[in-house]
């Protein structure tokens, strides 16, 4: 396995010999609007896509796997660049949006799938808490299985909740992809996790690999790289946890 992340939510993940590329947002930065009333007044995304980073070897990916259609996570410019023939994974009420950018294989994971020796298995998830969560839509996360690669959990948009907790119970991943930076709006909670939620994490699942990314790149996501490094430590945790810069590359065997 191995798992290259771009930038924000967006990875390119090498899995059974198959290249994912997961929650596609491939625009330059400052194009789109800044979410309003929060501190950072910077507009979206905040930084442009790592260099050297050659876009057409995303564009050769396999496969496109999506937890959600939010603009900081599938964007018109990868729906422009992306090959239209490329088979797509997404949740059940994403298709029609998908379709209509137009994608010719397009399938919502309702439960789970087989696809080239991989089970992609959906996962729930709260992005966010009360009205905002609700406002917010459906999300969904995956787990990853292959007799060949250790068990992958790609948390997608949620906070610590239950549907987090009971698929690591049920699916004891060795890996953890979550979507930290504690994105907030002017008012509510966080819809996305913070150190606290890292930390419940870590400690409902000891032994595997926990990597949080979704920071830094957009304007609503107030919590650091270094926030986030200087937390973990002070709870003896830091050795768990690999948060990657944009575009360095993990590679993880079974």
Same mark, same amino acid.
């Given at each position: 396995?191995?798992?290259?992340?771009?930038?924000?939510?967006?990875?390119?993940?090498?899995?059974?010999?198959?290249?994912?590329?997961?929650?596609?947002?491939?625009?330059?930065?400052?194009?789109?609007?800044?979410?309003?009333?929060?501190?950072?007044?910077?507009?979206?995304?905040?930084?442009?896509?790592?260099?050297?980073?050659?876009?057409?070897?995303?564009?050769?990916?396999?496969?496109?796997?999506? =937890?959600?259609?939010?603009? +900081?996570?599938?964007?018109?410019?990868? $729906?422009?660049?992306?090959? @239209?023939? #490329? !088979?797509?994974?997404?949740?059940?009420?994403?298709?029609?949006?998908?379709?209509?950018?137009?994608?010719?294989?397009?399938?919502?994971?309702?439960?789970?799938?087989?696809?080239?020796?991989?089970?992609?298995?959906?996962?729930?998830?709260?992005?966010?808490?009360?009205?905002?969560?609700?406002?917010?839509?459906?999300?969904?996360?995956?787990?990853?299985?292959?007799?060949?690669?250790?068990?992958?959990?790609?948390?997608?948009?949620?906070?610590?909740?239950?549907?987090?907790?009971?698929?690591?119970?049920?699916?004891?991943?060795?890996?953890?992809?979550?979507?930290?930076?504690?994105?907030?709006?002017?008012?509510?909670?966080?819809? =996305?996790?913070?150190?606290? +939620?890292?930390?419940?994490?870590?400690? $409902?699942?000891?032994?595997? @690999?926990? #990597? !949080?990314?979704?920071?830094?790149?957009?304007?609503?996501?107030?919590?650091?790289?270094?926030?986030?490094?200087?937390?973990?430590?002070?709870?003896?945790?830091?050795?768990?946890?690999?948060?990657?810069?944009?575009?360095?590359?993990?590679?993880?065997?079974?």
């Amino acid at each position: 396995m191995e798992i290259q992340f771009i930038r924000h939510a967006t990875l390119l993940l090498t899995y059974n010999q198959k290249k994912f590329l997961i929650d596609p947002m491939l625009s330059t930065s400052g194009v789109m609007d800044s979410v309003p009333l929060v501190p950072n007044k910077g507009r979206n995304p905040l930084v442009d896509l790592p260099l050297p980073l050659h876009l057409s070897s995303l564009l050769k990916s396999d496969a496109i796997l999506l =937890t959600h259609t939010h603009r +900081d996570h599938f964007d018109e410019e990868a $729906a422009h660049q992306i090959p @239209k023939d #490329i !088979p797509f994974f997404c949740q059940p009420p994403d298709i029609t949006v998908i379709q209509n950018k137009g994608f010719n294989h397009c399938e919502g994971i309702s439960d789970s799938i087989h696809w080239e020796g991989i089970e992609i298995r959906r996962t729930g998830g709260q992005h966010g808490t009360c009205l905002i969560g609700k406002k917010m839509g459906p999300v969904s996360g995956y787990i990853l299985k292959s007799e060949e690669e250790e068990t992958l959990y790609i948390v997608g948009d949620s906070i610590w909740c239950p549907e987090v907790e009971t698929a690591i119970k049920e699916n004891q991943p060795d890996v953890i992809i979550c979507n930290a930076g504690g994105a907030r709006f002017a008012t509510g909670d966080p819809i =996305t996790m913070d150190e606290k +939620d890292i930390e419940q994490v870590c400690l $409902a699942a000891p032994a595997a @690999k926990i #990597i !949080p990314i979704h920071m830094e790149s957009w304007n609503h996501c107030r919590l650091t790289r270094n926030e986030l490094r200087n937390y973990m430590k002070e709870k003896g945790l830091e050795k768990q946890i690999i948060i990657p810069e944009d575009g360095e590359k993990i590679s993880l065997w079974k």
